[in-house]
């Protein structure tokens, strides 16, 4: 017993392994203190271990008032910072360095220095300490120097270095952007995988209906034909309406935009009501002479869905309100049912939600109409919120007033 890999493991001294590695390394803590130092390093910095540890790093190796811009100590803060708070790791290839000599104060070493620091983090996930492992590369740059021997190929030299240097802080840049990008391209993904298992769902009700009524149909002699063929309908009208409402996503999520033109917003909301057999009364009110520019079929589509949504929660009533409040035009639809609690009035508008008295007055229902009406009003400038109201839910539509119109109104008291 006790001679497995786990004994054998148990009895390693991490804390020698540390001081015997071959890089220069220091662990800091995050307030970059000092904790502990390898032996490397210390021969490195012709620095005694307890002059080290327990104090600032940059107190001990302060910035050169000698360096150009002193913009080492600036490099290696900012790549530390960058490791606490992306709690990745960083590398800093070429930074110019220059450190104060032990045994004479004050008296700065031309130093050059590639670096990676890494995070270490703790039980609840934050950084809890800093590796910084570094190489000393400054007879490199000096070979570099000795391979011509004019002022000029030096000045190179040190324009080199900071080439690199900004290059380094380039792809610190890019790697952030990138990351940044993969993170909203799987969000993304997220949500298109998520649309279309609920889309699917939704449309294997109607298609399971159709199914069942089609099978009655063949199976069942006698039977009222006229009352299936209504049920297939209906089902019919349920698989289209879920197909149109993909088929306005889609078109949304492209670039592609149809011809705009100026509506008078108070004629064409006349116009859509009286098109529709609506399940409950609506009232108007009205305004004229509040224009908008945007493609009509997209208009219609937005308040087709504002208006469907009134109709299933109304038990008695739907109001249309249009007025000009500029740089706005104004529509509300209004309705009497239940309300939107204060909690979902933005949740509503999220693809596939529905509430659970949704699911009760429309168990087919696909949940995409205020989606797509947002969305609609977003793409032609414009915004859609649910305002609260006592006794109903109320839906507030803004688009910008066509320009002659901004230019006219007055604005409202």
Not at 184 to 192: P, V, W
Not at 323 to 334: H, I, R, S, Y
Request: aromatic residues 4%; hydrophobic residues 40%; glycine residues 8%.
């Amino acid at each position: 017993m006790g001679e497995g890999p786990a004994a054998a493991s148990a009895e390693i001294d991490y804390e020698a392994v540390f001081r015997a590695g071959q890089a220069p390394t220091v662990l800091l803590t995050p307030d970059f203190v000092i904790a502990a130092v390898n032996d490397v390093f210390l021969r490195l910095s012709g620095h005694r271990r307890e002059n080290l540890v327990g104090r600032g790093f940059f107190d001990v190796f302060p910035p050169s008032p000698d360096e150009p811009g002193r913009e080492g100590a600036g490099i290696l803060r900012t790549s530390l910072e960058q490791v606490l708070t992306t709690r990745r790791r960083d590398f800093v290839p070429l930074q110019r360095y220059d450190v104060e000599a032990a045994d004479r104060p004050g008296v700065f070493e031309e130093r050059y220095w590639s670096t990676i620091n890494t995070p270490i983090s703790g039980p609840d996930g934050e950084v809890r300490w800093i590796v910084l492992r570094t190489e000393d590369v400054t007879e490199f740059v000096r070979a570099l120097r000795r391979s011509g021997a004019t002022g000029e190929q030096e000045a190179g030299t040190d324009t080199l270095t900071m080439q690199l240097q900004t290059l380094n802080e380039q792809l610190r840049r890019a790697h952030r952007e990138q990351r940044e990008t993969t993170s909203a391209l799987c969000e993304t993904i997220e949500r298109q995988r998520r649309l279309v298992c609920d889309a699917s769902h939704d449309l294997r009700n109607p298609i399971t209906g159709l199914l069942t009524e089609l099978e009655v149909a063949l199976s069942e002699p006698g039977v009222d034909l006229r009352r299936i063929l209504r049920n297939l309908l209906r089902d019919a009208e349920r698989l289209n309406d879920i197909v149109a409402d993909l088929l306005d996503l889609a078109r949304l999520d492209s670039v592609a935009h149809e011809d705009q033109r100026l509506l008078d917003l108070a004629e064409f909301v006349a116009g859509e009501v009286g098109r529709r057999t609506p399940r409950a009364d609506i009232l108007t009110r009205l305004d004229p002479g509040v224009r908008v520019r945007v493609p009509a079929i997209r208009l219609a589509r937005l308040l087709g869905n504002l208006l469907a949504n009134a109709e299933r929660h109304a038990r008695t009533t739907i109001e249309i309100v249009v007025t000009a409040d500029p740089p706005d035009a104004v529509l509300e639809v209004l309705d009497d049912g239940p309300g939107i609690p204060p909690e979902d009035l933005e949740q509503v508008f999220e693809r596939c939600y529905r509430s659970m008295d949704a699911r009760v007055r429309d168990p087919g229902g696909a949940g995409l109409g205020l989606s797509i009406a947002r969305k609609i009003a977003e793409e032609y400038g414009g915004s859609l919120h649910a305002a609260e109201h006592k006794g109903g839910a109320r839906l507030v539509l803004r688009l910008p007033l066509a320009p002659d119109d901004a230019a006219e109104q007055a604005p409202r008291q």
